[in-house]
């Protein structure tokens, strides 16, 4: 089962938001390699059926002999065309839009996916919305692949000279987007829409606890463990993350280090000590008490 990532997460709220609006009319659009797909709202709802089930079904044959495509591209191609409202070239895919959503609708994006003039010139009748994540590709750039600045650069330009609104996700994220943005030329109206979470339920049914001492594992992933390392290194929003859990790790004792080790394998953690590891290794001053 492939594991979102935090983009992933934010795409999947909207479309909860937007299938909770029972009042508008919801249409998805996804990009195939045959071209696009149009998905009305019955559609759109499978999708998040099958974002929180895992159940995708298996590749159709028009996946299965695409080199091209890894396991997950072909399984998520081969749903999206099972449940289709309308489906077309991507040469067609104006004449698509055009013929089956209704006048004045506002085209949303807040993947950094399809950020392209092709895309672009589809839903040029509409209100066009794309949500910026962050500006990393451009601030720093030593942690990313070869070629995602110039990539990320020219959807930022796009997004600059077409763009109806930008929504960020904080206001550090606002002022970084408006820092390039300035640069580049326009700056649309921006909009700071705060991310939230799902308040987790604690299931003591199934996990019981088997220790009067009840512990909390947190585990810090970013996608890319290059961009981990810069930002731990003295740059970045982590740092302060880093400080934070140094000072917990320092109030750890032996003891409870050791009960942590035998505790894990129950609740099926990483390693409790792995990131402890991780700072010593940045040059963090540890002391054990």
């Known amino acids: 089962m492939l594991h979102p990532t935090g983009v992933d997460r934010v795409e999947r709220a909207y479309l909860r938001a937007l299938l909770a609006d029972s009042k508008s009319q919801l249409f998805g659009i996804s990009r195939t390699a045959l071209g696009f797909v149009l998905l009305d709202r019955r559609g759109c709802l499978a999708v998040a059926t099958a974002l929180d089930s895992g159940a995708w079904g298996d590749a159709d044959l028009l996946s299965k002999f695409n080199p091209r495509l890894d396991q997950a591209r072909r399984i998520g191609q081969s749903f999206v065309r099972r449940i289709a409202f309308k489906k077309a070239r991507k040469s067609r895919?104006?004449?698509m839009l055009e013929t089956h959503l209704p006048r004045n609708y506002t085209y949303i994006n807040?993947?950094?996916?399809?950020?392209?003039p092709r895309m672009f010139d589809g839903v040029d009748a509409a209100q066009k919305v794309v949500l910026i994540h962050d500006t990393i590709p451009l601030d720093l750039p030593n942690t990313q692949r070869l070629g995602a600045r110039d990539e990320f650069y020219q959807k930022l330009k796009l997004v600059s000279e077409r763009a109806d609104r930008v929504i960020c996700t904080s206001s550090q994220c606002e002022a970084d987007v408006r820092r390039h943005l300035d640069k580049i030329g326009r700056v649309p109206p921006i909009t700071t829409a705060?991310?939230?979470i799902d308040v987790p339920v604690l299931d003591t049914k199934s996990h019981p606890p088997e220790s009067p001492c009840f512990l909390i594992f947190c585990k810090i992933g970013v996608l890319r463990l290059r961009r981990f390392i810069f930002a731990a290194s003295g740059a970045g929003t982590m740092r302060p993350f880093l400080r934070d859990w140094t000072r917990v790790f320092q109030t750890l004792s032996s003891k409870t280090i050791c009960r942590m080790r035998k505790l894990r394998r129950y609740f099926q953690v990483p390693r409790p000590c792995c990131f402890r590891r991780i700072l010593k290794g940045l040059g963090c001053r540890?002391?054990?008490p």
């Open 93 to 95: 895919l104006l004449a």
């Open 110 to 116: 807040v993947g950094h996916s399809n950020l392209n």
């Open 194 to 196: 705060l991310l939230g």
């Open 286 to 288: 540890l002391r054990r």
